[in-house]
């Protein structure tokens, strides 16, 4: 694990519908910095600002105010366009919940981020098959959504995260549908990932079993970085 | 009680947006329906009306032919000791005379001069003075009428002759002299004119009225004789109308009560019979309006069947709450029945206001378009298609909230919740083989019993009624819809799909080209026609539907090789095929609307291309053709066919023909199909040398179709020298004489042939021709043919008969040999030549005020044609009918495109959770508009690529049908073809934007 920085957030705020009686301050100032290769959970009771976070720094969200930097870029100057593109090759997404286009088979659902990309279809497919078959999967690659279980289709999405060897990956509650034997599984499976491949995963979640398994645990209440440290492994 | 009003209000109102989508697609669809159907029945009533104006409260006439009826009391007094009931009678002596203004030099042919007893009922119309307020009393009629050369005028005919008061006309007069008319000119003197204030009295206008005492003195007939007795039932039909039905039955009794058979006197439901003769004119106009009604409406089905699926699957996951919440199944129902039923009132509601609205315009473009007028017609609402499309949009509606609660039902909620839809291959059940095999039974026993019959569609002749070609469809029908189900019990449901697909497509396609053209001039034969047509679209579109998947992989393979990103390819392509149902529906549209407006533009040019290709052909080489009104008295002054070439040099060939009128009387053995068993026909003597010139056709007609073994030499499409050597044989046949049976075989003591040029008279067709005091006489006809000159300007049907037939024919034949009709051929170009000049001329020879027959007192108005403009005019009609046909079905396609703007957008916001994760996963904006809009396009695409394909096949079978060349106008299908593919573009590219704009973070966390 080199100390290289990834990512960095400065002062990083949100505010949803600003001006408005409705008004949230979801984030206020958050500053982190997380080295490439780090494995972290982002814990914290519900309506903390977690999922904000993740989407600010997945760059599918706008801050309202500061600043982050991944891989030295500040991204909140990109235009949504360079932003998509910057997402596509850099960023994996994996959410808690209907993570599947239910009308695409295993493979397909795989295999999108490539096709988006100047890679041929058969090298795609090629690519998709094989990171499906490494999470054991690979007498599924047909299969409906429909026709996995809960376990089956999360390693699915982590097959789709993985597959543009991104960056950094990003886990919104993750294993949140799952029970603990499974979940256990997926955090197996990111670890090893992680080990071998040095990527960086940031991982929301509820449960202190999960962030266990990770390098370090920040903790947020009420948009606010309480709690930054190394813990579990 | 309270819980679920509160849910229903709160539900409503949070699904505003969705509820105002599907309530526009409600009311759009219902609108389709009842504009249709209003602008039908508007246009049908508004020709028939046209047609009954002139005839007034009349119902039946009573006539000797334009020859005095002797005795009329005794009638009157037959038919007051009936039993029959009328509202008045009349009685009145007339007769078609010319008028000419010297004065201004104008002539009026065929105005009626009529007199009539100046008490007569006034439900036969009144006298107005010219301010339209005031009647003429009787004083003052006896006071006009005492100069017994007065005549009042119709304010119509005052105008165009720009006659004035007290000036001096002429007419053309036939005075009767034993059995004969002797033609004589007649002074009379204009004492007014009356205004053209009501029905009755005025028969457009085109009239001369003087006293019944005055007309007698004219012409020559006696106080106890009148040419006509009018009857009405009903003093105003309007109100109390009376039935066609009814006006028969009398009819007939009268026949019965005057003795006819030995009287000679004819009787005529007049009025049931003008609009037996109105519904024919306007059937082929009807045709294309139901074949497009027909079609808009089934698109119109199409938008409320697409709408009210989604509205169903949209709910799915509220149901799913609703049922883990522990509503329970009865509420839900309520629920979800209650917001169905005020959508689907409301949409329906604000549909027949669209409606409404939509058939203002149309109506007003059918007054511009087929009555010449720019006044405001009214649509005509009636009850039952408000009713219809009403039911129609309301139970659609209310069955889809039904549906999902039925559907609730059967499914487990937690899935609901989840989104997951188990994938279930449901087993067809016994209920599927029994149906399948009793349809088959249908058709096999329809077949059996055929066979067993007689005149079956098996015996050679076995095609040619409507009800064997039904028989037969259904027949066939039921045998491969049975089967395709079969195949569902035995095999797939896919295999169902395709064999009902295919089933369907055979049948329309099959009916369209060996059968239909078997009974090409039966009437009924548009609703087998409309029936095809609808057939082969549902065909079409149920094929591909069931085969979506395998298209559409086609269609990703294809878009692989492209330029466009896979990623949005696959997710387009898979989107499509996820939801069948729906897209099959949005094709199936696109589909309808394309063929309708293709096939129009193609029958148009197709059908102007054919008329006008063959008028020259078909026109013998008579480029004008000349009527007169009577024939010429003094032929020391004019011979015709020797002085007429003098009027132009261009003229090369005057050829005269005897025409009379006589009455047809159909063998009631014979199934002829004409609207009564009497009826009048012209008659034209066709001498040995009529046509010809030595051995060389001068005129040259035709022959269409010719009796039993001649016909099937007869081939349609083959070229003009053969059918020129084919003609001349039936033509020999003629002239020779010969006769044939019943069979249609020669045979000496067989009966006179006739030719015929009208459709309902068909070769081997026997009837009558009933000559006046003469035995009636048995004709068969040799053959048809299609002679533009001839036809140009009658109604009735008209009949070549050699001049043997003479003595049984009407006693007008008396001033023979005197023409009344004649052809003209000159050097001109068919086309582009001087022959509407020369027609002018020739009119200016008979009618102008320096003719020697003027100036001669020989007063015979003539009309000349010029036969190539007289076509160009009629096919002009039917050009101007298909472009408002084009506009007709352009409410189809605004409205389709309409609702499948608003089906997109629906669309969009039920994904709008998957695009929020396209978003994370990397599509840019612009792939997102593209996956979306490319799903619709295809979508149209598709539809628009079969809607092609299935408006040439109609186009090719219909040329087929009338033995037609097939012109496919490229430039039309062009424009039409891109204005689709404009719809779809902007239908497909405006849910694309929309989809564009949902942010990410938004759409992520949207869960239905
Ligand atoms: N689009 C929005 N408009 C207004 N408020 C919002 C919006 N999205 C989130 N919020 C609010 O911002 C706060 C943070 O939300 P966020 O989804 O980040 O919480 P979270 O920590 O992920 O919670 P959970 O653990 O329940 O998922 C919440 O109070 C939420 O109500
Ligand atoms: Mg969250």
């Not at chain 1, 071998?196 to 990770?214: G, L, R």
């Not at chain 2, 009678?89 to 004065?103: G, K, T």
Request: charge should be negative; charged fraction near 20%.
């Amino acid at each position: 694990m080199g100390d290289e920085i990834i990512l960095k957030t400065e002062n990083l705020g949100k505010i949803y519908a600003e001006g408005t009686p409705m008004e949230v301050h979801a984030l206020r100032g958050i500053n982190i910095e997380i080295k490439r290769g780090e494995m972290v959970a982002i814990m914290g009771p519900s309506g903390c600002g977690k999922t904000t976070l993740l989407n600010l720094i997945g760059g599918i969200d706008k801050p309202t105010y500061g600043k982050i930097i991944i891989e030295g870029k500040d991204i909140s100057t990109l235009t949504d366009e360079e932003m998509t593109e910057f997402r596509l090759f850099n960023i994996g997404y994996i959410f808690q919940l209907f993570n599947l286009f239910d009308f695409l088979t295993a493979l397909e659902n795989t295999v999108l981020p490539l096709l988006l990309t100047n890679t041929s279809r058969f090298e795609a497919e090629e690519e998709a098959k094989m990171m499906l078959r490494q999470m054991g999967l690979g007498d599924k690659l047909n299969h409906l959504p429909s026709e996995l279980s809960g376990g089956e289709q999360q390693r699915v999405a982590v097959s789709r995260a993985l597959l543009m060897n991104p960056a950094i990956i990003l886990g919104d509650e993750p294993t949140g549908d799952l029970d603990e034997m499974t979940s256990k599984d997926i955090m197996d499976l990111f670890r090893s990932i992680n080990e071998n491949f040095k990527q960086t995963f940031i991982v929301v979640t509820h449960s202190k079993y999960i962030a266990e398994f990770c390098d370090r645990t920040i903790r947020i209440i009420d948009g606010q970085i309480v709690d930054d440290g190394y813990g579990g492994k | 009680m309270d819980y679920i009003n509160s849910l229903l209000t709160k539900t409503f109102r949070r699904r505003i947006g969705k509820n105002v989508g599907t309530m526009i697609g409600i009311a759009l669809s219902v609108s389709l329906m009842l504009g249709v159907q209003i602008t039908i029945t508007s246009f049908s009533t508004k020709a028939l009306g046209f047609f009954t104006e002139a005839i007034g409260e009349n119902d039946i006439i009573i006539q000797n032919f334009g020859f005095p009826i002797e005795n009329y009391q005794e009638i009157i007094e037959k038919i007051d000791n009936s039993s029959i009931q009328y509202a008045a009678i009349n009685w009145r002596v007339s007769q078609d005379v010319a008028v000419y203004n010297l004065e201004k030099g104008y002539l009026e042919k065929g105005v009626s001069f009529v007199g009539v007893e100046l008490d007569e009922d006034p439900i036969f119309g009144r006298f107005y003075h010219p301010d339209g307020e005031i009647e003429y009393t009787k004083e003052e009629l006896e006071q006009i009428f005492s100069d017994n050369t007065s005549v009042l005028v119709g304010k119509y005919l005052f105008d165009d002759m720009d006659l004035r008061i007290n000036q001096t006309i002429k007419i053309r007069i036939g005075e009767l002299q034993g059995l004969q008319f002797n033609y004589k000119t007649y002074d009379l003197k204009v004492a007014g004119y009356i205004a053209d204030k009501e029905k009755g009295k005025e028969s457009g206008g085109r009239v001369l009225w003087t006293s019944i005492d005055n007309i007698r003195s004219i012409i020559g007939v006696g106080n106890n004789s009148v040419t006509e007795i009018n009857i009405s039932l009903s003093s105003n039909h309007d109100e109390q109308p009376v039935s066609k039905d009814y006006a028969c039955e009398v009819e007939a009794q009268l026949k019965e009560i005057l003795d006819v058979e030995n009287t000679g006197l004819l009787v005529i439901a007049f009025r049931a019979l003008v609009l037996d003769t109105a519904d024919k004119i306007i059937k082929d106009v009807l045709i294309a309006f139901n074949l497009f009604g027909a079609l808009i409406i089934f698109s119109g089905v199409l938008l409320l069947v697409n709408i009210q699926l989604i509205q169903v699957e949209d709910r799915m996951q509220q149901l799913g709450v609703l049922r883990a919440i522990g509503s329970k199944r009865k509420e839900i129902i309520r629920l979800f029945l209650m917001e169905s039923a005020i959508l689907g009132f409301i949409g329906s509601l604000l549909g027949l206001g669209g409606g409404y609205a939509m058939s203002i315009f149309l109506v007003w473009r059918i007054g511009i378009t087929f009555f010449n007028t720019t006044v405001f017609l009214t649509p005509i609402v009636t009850g039952s298609a408000v009713l219809y499309s009403f039911i129609v949009g309301f139970t659609l509606a209310i069955g889809a909230g039904l549906l999902p609660a039925i559907r609730a039902s059967r499914v487990d909620p937690i899935e609901v919740i989840r989104g997951i839809k188990k994938v279930k291959e449901r087993r067809m059940g016994t209920g599927i083989l029994v149906l399948g095999i009793s349809l088959i039974l249908i058709g096999v026993s329809t077949f059996a019993t055929q066979l067993a019959v007689g005149d079956s569609f098996f015996s050679i002749q076995g095609w040619n009624t409507a009800n064997e070609q039904w028989t037969f469809m259904g027949a066939v029908g039921g045998i491969l819809l049975g089967l395709s189900v079969l195949t569902a019990f035995l095999v797939s449901r896919k295999v169902m799909g395709n064999s009902i697909g295919f089933s369907l497509i055979t049948i329309a396609i099959s009916m369209l080209l060996f059968a239909l053209p078997q009974l090409k001039d039966v009437a009924d034969n548009n609703k087998i026609l409309i029936t095809c047509v609808v057939l082969l679209a549902l065909g079409t579109i149920i094929l591909v539907g069931v085969n979506l998947k395998f298209v559409t992989d086609l269609v990703t393979t294809i878009l692989y090789k492209t330029k466009i990103k896979k990623g949005v390819s696959l997710i387009s392509a898979k989107y499509m095929t996820s939801k069948t149902m729906r897209s099959t529906l949005t094709f199936g549209i696109f589909t309808l609307v394309l063929t309708m407006n293709i096939f129009a533009s193609i029958y148009q040019a197709t059908f102007s291309y054919n008329t006008l290709e063959s008028v020259e052909f078909l026109s013998g080489g008579a480029s004008i053709y000349v009527e007169l009104d009577t024939p010429i008295q003094n032929d020391s002054l004019v011979d015709v066919e020797r002085d007429l070439p003098k009027v132009d040099p261009s003229i090369e060939y005057v050829k005269g023909i005897n025409t009379t009128i006589s009455l047809l009387q159909a063998d009631p053995s014979a199934k002829l199909s004409i609207p009564s068993e009497i009826f009048a026909a012209y008659i034209q003597l066709i001498y040995n040398d009529t046509f010809k010139n030595g051995s060389k056709y001068v005129f040259d007609f035709m022959i269409e179709q010719s009796i039993g073994k001649f016909n099937e030499e007869y081939k349609p499409a083959a070229s003009e020298e053969y059918q020129r050597r084919y003609s001349h044989k039936i033509w020999d046949l003629f002239y020779n004489r010969t006769r044939f049976n019943r069979d249609g075989e020669k045979d000496p003591n067989g009966l006179p042939a006739v030719i015929s040029t009208n459709p309902i008279l068909k070769p081997g067709d026997v009837f009558n021709i009933t000559g006046l005091f003469k035995p009636p006489i048995e004709v068969i006809v040799l053959a048809n043919i299609r002679q533009y000159p001839f036809s140009i300007n009658s109604g009735f049907p008209i009949l070549l008969v050699t001049p043997d037939l003479l003595p049984f024919l009407s006693y007008n034949f008396a001033i023979l040999p005197k023409y009344t009709n004649f052809l003209v051929k000159t050097s001109e170009n068919f086309r582009n030549g001087r022959n509407s000049e020369i027609a002018n001329k020739i009119e200016t020879f008979f009618n102008g005020n320096e003719s020697i027959l003027i100036k001669n007192n020989d007063f015979v108005a003539a009309s000349a044609y010029n036969v190539w403009e007289e076509m160009l005019e009629q096919v002009d009609f039917q050009v101007r009918t298909f472009d408002f046909m084009q506009i007709f079905v352009s409410f189809g396609l605004v409205v389709g495109a309409i609702g499948m703007i608003i089906i997109a957008i629906r669309n969009v916001s039920e994904r709008k959770r998957e695009i929020g994760m396209m978003r994370a996963i990397g599509y840019k904006k612009s792939q997102i508009i593209l996956s979306i809009s490319l799903e619709l396009f295809i979508l149209a695409g598709l539809g628009l690529f079969i809607g092609l394909i299935n408006s040439i096949v109609l186009g090719a079978t219909f040329a087929r049908l009338y033995d037609w060349y097939l012109i496919i106008p490229i430039g039309r299908v062009l424009l039409y073809t891109a204005v689709m593919i404009g719809i779809a573009f902007l239908a497909s590219i405006i849910p694309g934007i929309r989809s564009s704009r949902i942010t990410p973070a938004e759409a992520l966390r949207y869960v239905g």
